[in-house]
DNA sequence: GTCTATAATTAGATAGAC
DNA sequence: GTCTATCTAATTATAGAC
């Protein structure tokens, strides 16, 4: 009880064991909001009820904070879409590919719907060259890019997938996959629905799978 | 020649009559590349050989100019599409509806490639609420959502579009259209190609005139 | 209307007590 | 490892000479 008891109220002295995966977190949010230069360390630092020179005592700088929330979101990706690397779809016939893409797909909408961080970012970076899009580009982006091109230009080949661009095609996938989540504070104002409701992310999956690959109905299921 | 001649090499006392026009569209480049937050006013004065107070003479302050940026950028996409409304539609058999509507995409893909930073921003202020969303949501985008709409609606029911929720559709559709020209700067260090080129354009366009209108091509033709 | 100088605030990073 | 205090640099906005 000493004189400046309550200059701030919330904070006491403490250590949290979790303390790097909670400035972590807070992080993803900060960033995907606001963007890295919009970003600022005392307020993911306050987010979390923590001081701003934490942040430089868990991590290097701002900007090797933002490399391991980015590498921590890609990692989630990964481990979600495990099952669409060439390595596990080698061998199976286009109409079980067909159902491993869609599914890849549904899960690809739910990960951007409960991860917006990731796309945030994603965005966020892509509109301006820098080295930390160089870095990400070719670190995170550009391997999911290759994984899933050969799987799609199978079922392209196959008449299952629409016949688009494959880099097109990436494109408007991930656009129509990520944006009701990345503006989900958009979508609330504009429509009064919640995006991340799991009747939005359902219908937003089938509507995907239906306009991407329209001619899975049809193909022979076995 | 005074001695700080060479302070400031390039720039010299003059008086710019287009002034306002040429800070407006600096100003539009860098929020579209950096967001509201990250944009500096110093930066969008360099940017254009201009001098940082000239914003705040020119305009109230860097609220103010965001706001008219906005106002200029949705002032271009109104001309573009003005074909499309609600008034212009009234009366046209479904079929030629179709083919307005997939006009109106296709130079909407134009508009996204043409004028990027109109994109980029609404993603950029989409990522979190503020009062420029709810300002630019209610004045700019709840028209324009709203303007679309029964015309979707009626090529739903004739089986021309496809058969997707119309809030849903609207983020699909945005985000299809508008991502690689939003994020060009990854677009070009992940696939090698320019997205700005016309046929880039022309396949993203007839790609997704494809895919949101399915119908489009078994539509009988008047 | 342009430009320099500067006020007031905030940023990321660091030093050092605890 | 936490926290306060502070350094340097950058920010938006304003005052006033030209």
Redesign the interface.
């Known amino acids: 009880m000493q004189g400046m008891a309550d200059r701030n109220p919330v904070r006491q002295r403490r250590a949290r064991p979790d303390i790097r995966e909670v400035l972590l977190e807070s992080a993803l949010v900060e960033f ?7 970003a600022s360390t005392r307020s993911i630092a306050r987010r979390v009820e923590a001081h701003q020179p934490q942040l430089n005592y868990h991590f290097e700088s701002k900007a090797a904070l933002w490399t391991a929330a980015v590498d921590y979101l890609f990692g989630l990706l990964g481990e979600e879409l495990a099952d669409v690397l060439p390595t596990e779809i080698a061998g199976l016939d286009v109409s079980q590919l067909a159902t491993i893409f869609a599914g890849g797909l549904r899960r690809f909408v739910g990960f951007a719907a409960k991860h917006p961080e990731l796309n ?1 970012i ?8 820098s080295d930390r ?2 870095w990400m ?2 670190t995170h ?2 391997p999911f ?1 290759e994984a899933i091109k050969p799987g799609w230009l199978l079922l392209r080949s196959a008449g299952i997938a ?4 494959f ?3 990436y ?10 989540y ?6 609330r ?3 009064g ?1 919640d ?1 991340k409701h799991p009747d ?1 992310i359902k ?2 999956g089938d ?2 799978v ?3 690959l ?1 001619g899975l109905a049809a193909a022979p299921s076995g």
Chains 1, 2 share one sequence.
């Open positions: 995907g909001a606001k963007g890295f230069d919009g945030q994603m965005v966020h970076e892509g509109t301006a060259a899009l160089e580009t070719a982006v550009k890019f629409a016949p688009i661009d880099e097109i095609l494109y408007v996938l991930i656009g129509a996959a990520s944006l009701p990345v503006n989900a504070p958009e979508v104002l504009l429509t629905r995006p939005w219908a937003h509507a995907l239906a306009i991407l329209p």
